[in-house]
């Protein structure tokens, strides 16, 4: 008895004949829209941070009233001097060059709200009034840094808003020299592209091993000096220092510079930088006006 053959499927279309071209039916395009994902917010674990603030002394106390309205800090001040030329006082009607250099440790969260606050509550953008910036920090005692970020745990950074090295615009420059050289110093450093910057009375602890390694010594009574800079001004400015008042030269300088994240006081935010990156900032043109002013005198 035969087996039983499997049964072949036929198909229903019919064979195209051979050299016929085989016509395609078109897709119909989607009308729907295609979705645009919306970039997720990367939010980053809050950190403490260094506020640096030179100002005149009588807004030491509003700042810190500032501080504690909003945020959570611990404040710091130590008493500097201006560095302005006399012909800038003159000009803008500063007598006293006083003035009170806070650090204050913020949380990161607060930092931009923080700044914004300064320059709006305090004015502290027009000239004259002074200047605050941040700076990041590797490492703060953990006590402080509980109180800090415990105080302000609801709030969040995003990573967006975390600066950058690529992004920063200023640099802070600190020289150390024996007393009585800071001046020099300054002249030096404007002489290369520094608008200025403040002075701290300090004093060299024992340096002995330091001074032995070294072949010199180090005067005990010193000055520090700060100078906020523009970041592609700041090698000019340290290398110049380093030449004339550095380790070498009676003054026994030291320089070294820290990163500066934002300001406020410098002219106008670092954001308000980017929108208006031609804009004069008011003190240079105040520096302007009064190193005219002083020509005219001089005669030159």
Request: glycine share 6%; charged share 25%.
């Amino acid at each position: 008895m035969p087996k039983n053959e499997p049964q072949k499927r036929t198909s229903s279309k019919k064979p195209t004949p051979q050299g016929a071209q085989v016509k395609k039916t078109p897709t119909k395009k989607s009308t729907t829209p295609a979705r645009t994902r919306t970039p997720r917010k990367t939010v980053v674990p809050n950190r403490v941070k260094l506020l640096i603030s030179i100002l005149n002394l009588e807004d030491e106390a509003r700042l810190n009233e500032l501080l504690n309205e909003f945020s959570v800090s611990f404040a710091f001040s130590v008493m500097g001097r201006g560095t302005a030329q006399r012909a800038i006082l003159s000009y803008l009607g500063i007598g006293d060059t006083h003035k009170s250099v806070m650090l204050s440790l913020i949380p990161e969260s607060d930092e931009d709200t923080i700044l914004n606050m300064i320059r709006d509550e305090m004015n502290i953008f027009l000239v004259g009034r002074g200047i605050s910036f941040t700076v990041p920090l590797t490492g703060v005692t953990e006590l402080i840094q509980n109180d800090i970020l415990s105080a302000s745990a609801a709030k969040s950074t995003e990573g967006r808003k975390i600066m950058k090295d690529k992004d920063r615009k200023y640099e802070l420059i600190v020289a150390i020299v024996a007393a009585g050289y800071a001046d020099t110093a300054m002249e030096i450093a404007r002489s290369v592209g520094a608008a200025g910057g403040t002075i701290l009375d300090s004093k060299s602890v024992d340096n002995s091993k330091a001074e032995q390694f070294l072949g010199i010594s180090l005067h005990e009574e010193s000055e520090i000096i700060l100078i906020l800079s523009m970041r592609e001004a700041s090698d000019r400015i340290m290398s110049a220092l380093v030449d004339s008042v550095g380790l070498k030269s009676d003054a026994r300088g030291v320089v070294f510079t820290l990163p500066v994240d934002k300001t406020v006081g410098v002219g106008r935010t670092v954001r308000e930088e980017k929108d208006s990156e031609s804009a004069v900032k008011p003190e240079d043109a105040a520096v302007a006006a009064a190193t005219s002013e002083s020509k005219k005198e001089g005669g030159t």
